[in-house]
């Protein structure tokens, strides 16, 4: 069509309310077999990419899920729209010790176990359950909307990935960054696996601390020892004193026997000992605990294991005591010491105690051969990329978490004893006892050529092969299109629990491997909780499923709302409720497009996004310069990652600017007999709605989409569209200036309307008072079919003076005073009446406020953001208790 060439258009019908069930699947199937998600390569921009951080499979997404999904998905459908090929990787996780743990109950209630039906037809078990709760993964993301590129999507135990795995575990060895030793390490007996300093969550724990006694083997008497694990004395092979306790100076060198046992311990001294802690003597279990570890290795003693991998005491304790449990082994013990003679006593003592952060068992010390990783020298690379402002941190508060992890990191025991995830690729030979760590499965041994030869069978920390998803996902080791294109990253967003499990790794990898940052930002979100401050969990019952969030207000309203509840640096607190926000939000754009959609009957239509030769009026002068200040703060809260700002900027624009002004406005055009000025008005209507949709678009992606193919003229989605551009020429503060003193005026007079229950139907006197070399004077005269349109008042004089003030309620505003003449239409006694009464509930209520501001114990005892809040609501009651004083002196005036 020449763009010059109009139609006269019909009415386009919306339904009167939206569902988002009657659009949304319809919408992203359309957007599916559109390829809307796949990258554009063919753009001059630079690639826009985020590799989704990959949900477990086992079992379903949870809130927290919902909220990082959602901003990744804004931000994706923003780049997209700018013009960048835009590329959001989705995929998966093994999470093996979790996915291990839900297919070992299944067995369990099926009445066998892993080792019944042994390794192989326990990983057909295991795919099975992966791939049933992987269909319900995606499934969940493409009912919030998620516009990722399924066809890229990975998975980290696919075939690529495990290749990329192998590649890494291999050149780490070759550098001597990976190596097998005898160490104690974090066990879970639950779980029956080595979990990695970083899976242990402490917390505080009620116990108790037991004394006893050791007697000295030569001569008499003995030294007393306190310690909160008395179990563990079976394993003890040594007491220690510190080298400067003079207490103890004439012990040192000597025996002393371990009670329970038949053994004989040495007493030594080490600087590690605190002698203010209890006795000042300290047994030292080698196998059982970190510093007694380290201990152990400074004075050359022995370290006996005395646990099985299940947690039962083994073979080297005494046999009363093997196959007990820890909890059995601890009360045994205790009851043999006391009838030995040798208890002093035990008292209440609170301590920090590690647990297992997937089943949160207890975690137990332990020796055993594991796999190690050296950390330092790739810590110093993830160090170096920061300091040299490689990556940066959204907040910047977070970079004092991965920082002082870096300092103070320790090797990274890789190994795990499960059968579910990427198995140790080390083959060891039983002719030989060679070892062989290789890329390929081999035949034979490499050292000695035998073919007698089992693979470790240990597998890798799942956190090993997530730490290289950004490269791997596309296509390392491969020098792939997709790696050239899109690596490194743009962004990573995730939660601050994981910053040192995932993201310095990631940083690690990704400089060792591809000697580049994986990503050159990082948006650290907050956790999701409850309106009353606390994580949701299954046990408080507070947890919110994002689908029944989609069900009840569709999936607008749930990226809606995350978006305007989520502050940088701050938890997100939430209800069900919460969603009620982004539903109206969505129910209010809908309304607005109808009502413009409907008017479309018989008027000229232009082809253009832009009226042809659009002669605009004071009021779109300022509506544009009001989308076009939006534009401007949306794209710059956005590219710094404050959702919120974005969320709350585009929610004032077009509920308050676009809604309930310039559409009320418009209506005088609309209503008009004038048949130009009526197309010249849709024109406008239209141009502006567009133009805000594509504003709205990454934030409501359904109901944008919905209303903008209905738009006329426009046959292809919203998301392939440009994202508004700030223009310099839209820029229009006079006209702002000129239109917030109409606002003012018709804001002043509707309060008094809404203060007097007075409704715009019925009609009121109004007399404005402005001097002539003002700007209200102009504008006003102006704008006064406008102003009497909007205030409900047939009968508005604008005028230097105001002779007749008899009978209304004077209102001041910059440059004018109003007079509202109220006593015309209200009962004046009903409403003294009634005022006097909120006057009276107020002093109440001002004098309750201010005796508890005036307590000392409330203001030593509450939190400061509660006294703060009480402070706000007392200025609050102070200023309305003012206010309706002034309305009572005026209504008996006269």
Excluded at 59 to 86: A, E, F, S
Excluded at 239 to 247: C, I, K
Excluded at 326 to 345: S, T
Aim: aromatic residues 10%; charged residues 30%.
């Amino acid at each position: 069509m020449p763009e010059d060439e109009n139609i006269y258009m019909k009415k386009v019908e919306l339904s009167k309310a939206y569902n988002p069930k009657n659009c949304e699947d319809r919408l992203y199937k359309f957007w599916l077999d559109t390829h809307l998600f796949s990258p554009d390569l063919g753009k001059s921009k630079a690639p826009y990419c985020i590799v989704i951080p990959p949900p477990n499979v086992t079992g379903v997404l949870h809130m927290g899920h919902g909220l990082n999904n959602c901003l990744q998905d804004i931000l994706i459908r923003y780049h997209r729209m700018l013009g960048h090929p835009t590329l959001w990787l989705p995929g998966t996780d093994h999470a093996g010790i979790a996915t291990q743990n839900v297919v070992e109950k299944q067995l369990k209630r099926r009445g066998t176990s892993k080792e019944e039906i042994g390794r192989e037809e326990f990983l057909k078990e295991t795919w099975k359950v992966k791939d049933t709760h992987h269909r319900i993964i995606i499934k969940q993301l493409q009912k919030i909307g998620s516009s990722c590129d399924w066809e890229r999507e990975r998975f980290t135990l696919d075939e690529g990935l495990s290749r990329a795995v192998r590649e890494v575990f291999v050149s780490l060895f070759e550098k001597g960054l990976i190596y097998r030793g005898n160490y104690l390490v974090n066990w879970c007996h639950s779980c029956g696996t080595a979990i990695s300093d970083d899976e242990v969550e402490h917390e505080e724990v009620h116990g108790k601390m037991y004394h006893y006694r050791y007697p000295l083997v030569k001569g008499r008497g003995g030294v007393d020892i306190a310690t909160t694990r008395p179990e563990t004395m079976l394993g003890d092979t040594a007491l220690a004193v510190h080298p400067e306790d003079r207490r103890y100076t004439h012990l040192v060198g000597k025996l002393a026997e371990l009670p329970l046992t038949e053994r004989q311990i040495p007493i030594i001294t080490d600087s590690f000992v605190d002698m203010e802690f209890g006795s000042g003597v300290v047994k030292v279990t080698p196998a059982h605990d970190l510093n007694d570890y380290e201990i152990g290795i400074r004075h050359k003693l022995p370290r006996i294991n005395i646990l099985n991998p299940d947690g039962s005491l083994n073979n080297n304790v005494p046999k009363e005591y093997r196959g007990l449990s820890l909890e059995e082994a601890r009360e045994l013990v205790l009851k043999n010491i006391k009838k030995a003679g040798l208890f002093v006593k035990e008292e209440e003592y609170t301590h920090q105690v590690g647990h297992c952060y997937r089943c949160h068992t207890v975690i137990e010390p332990y020796l055993s051969d594991q796999w190690f990783v050296k950390m330092k020298p790739l810590a110093e690379l993830a160090l170096k990329a920061w300091e040299d402002g490689k990556v940066r941190f959204f907040p910047r508060k977070w970079e004092n978490t991965y920082t002082h992890w870096l300092h103070n990191i320790r090797d990274w025991c890789i190994s795990r004893q499960l059968w579910w995830g990427h198995r140790v690729p080390v083959w060891y030979c039983n002719n030989c006892q060679g070892m062989t760590v290789s890329r390929q499965d081999p035949d034979i041994c490499t050292h000695c050529g035998s073919d007698d030869i089992w693979q470790d069978p240990d597998v890798l920390d799942t956190w090993f092969s997530s730490a290289l998803w950004p490269f791997s996902t596309l296509g390392w080791p491969e020098n792939t299109e997709d790696l050239k294109n899109f690596y490194p990253t743009s962004v990573l967003i995730t939660g601050y629990d994981i910053i040192f499990f995932w993201v310095a790794r990631m940083i690690m990898m990704g400089m060792e491997f591809k000697k580049q940052i994986p990503f050159k930002d990082v948006y650290i979100h907050g956790l999701v909780r409850d309106k009353l401050g606390r994580k949701m969990s299954k046990s408080l019952g507070n947890g919110i499923d994002p689908l029944d969030v989609v069900d009840e207000y569709g999936a607008d309203a749930l990226k809606f709302t995350i978006a305007f509840l989520t502050a940088q640096g701050q938890d997100v607190l939430m209800d069900m409720g919460s969603f009620k926000l982004g539903s109206k939000f969505a129910n209010k754009i809908w309304n607005a497009s109808r009502f413009i959609l409907m008017n479309l009957e018989g008027r000229n239509v232009y082809y253009k996004d832009e009226y042809k030769k659009p002669v605009y009026s004071e009021v779109d002068l300022w509506i544009y310069h009001r989308l076009n200040e939006a534009i401007r703060a949306v794209r710059d809260a956005l590219d710094l990652y404050r959702f919120n700002d974005a969320a709350q900027t585009i929610y004032e624009f077009f509920w308050n600017d676009f809604c309930d002004w310039y559409i009320e406005v418009s209506k005088l055009s609309l209503y008009s007999k004038d048949n130009a000025e009526k197309d010249r008005s849709i024109n406008m209507l239209l141009s502006v709605l567009e133009e805000s949709l594509r504003l709205l678009h990454p934030f409501l992606p359904f109901i944008t989409e919905e209303i903008y193919l209905k738009l006329p003229y426009r046959d292809k989605s919203i998301g392939r569209c440009a994202f508004p551009e700030f223009k310099e020429e839209r820029i229009n503060i006079k006209v702002e200036e000129r239109f917030s003193l109409l606002q003012e005026l018709i804001r002043a007079v509707r309060t008094v309307r809404s203060e007097f229950t007075i409704p715009i139907e019925k009609d009121i006197r109004v007399a404005v008072k402005t001097e002539l070399k003002l700007p209200a004077n102009d504008i006003f005269n102006k704008q006064r079919n406008l102003i009497s349109l909007l205030i409900g008042s047939k009968d508005l004089k604008i005028q230097a003076e105001i002779t007749t003030k008899a009978r209304s309620i004077p209102v001041l505003g910059t440059g004018f005073e109003a007079f509202i003449f109220i006593k015309d239409v209200i009962d004046i006694k009903k409403e003294i009446k009634k005022l006097n009464k909120e006057k009276q509930t107020c002093l109440t209520l001002v004098e309750r406020s201010e005796i508890k501001l005036s307590n000392d114990s409330f203001l030593k005892k509450a939190p400061k953001e509660v006294i703060e809040k009480e402070r706000a609501r007392l200025g609050e009651l102070r200023r309305r208790q003012e206010k309706i004083e002034g309305y009572l002196k005026d209504l008996e005036d006269n």
